[in-house]
């Protein structure tokens, strides 16, 4: 099991930017890829971003694309999320996960990932 901690989150304005923290403790973090979702009031669990073992390849939703980049590092055992030109649609409580299992399941889905951190809050204002 991976515990999960992420920070960063906060009250900002539209246009600002954030930069959202993952730290991992209990599994050797460099074997596995790593994924933020997010979940706004009211909506699904919605994906946003992941990244392999590497930080080689990375992958975005739609809606983020341009906007926000995944990064890892693994000397640190920390994934993080920047997101520029935040918009108040942004608004939501941002997951990261954690997928140690090898298996074909595509990072965009939330049943890829059996780890789970407890959120941190975003909030746009207009």
């Known amino acids: 099991q991976v515990q999960l901690a992420e920070s960063g989150g906060g009250l900002v304005q539209a246009g600002d930017s954030l930069r959202l923290s993952c730290a991992a403790s209990?599994?050797?973090?460099?074997?596995?890829?790593m994924g933020w979702f997010r979940q706004g009031p009211g909506n699904e669990r919605e994906y946003v971003a992941a990244?392999?073992?590497?930080?080689?390849?990375?992958y975005y939703a739609d809606s983020v694309k341009g906007r926000c980049t995944i990064t890892r590092d693994n000397a640190k055992n920390t994934v993080y999320l920047q997101i520029n030109s935040l918009k108040p649609e942004d608004t939501a409580v941002y997951y990261c996960a954690a997928k140690t299992i090898y298996d074909s399941s595509p990072l965009s889905r939330p049943n890829a990932y059996d780890s789970w951190g407890q959120g941190t809050q975003v909030t746009v204002s207009s």
């Open positions: 209990g599994r050797t973090f460099s074997r596995f890829a």
């Open positions: 990244i392999n073992w590497s930080g080689g390849d990375t």
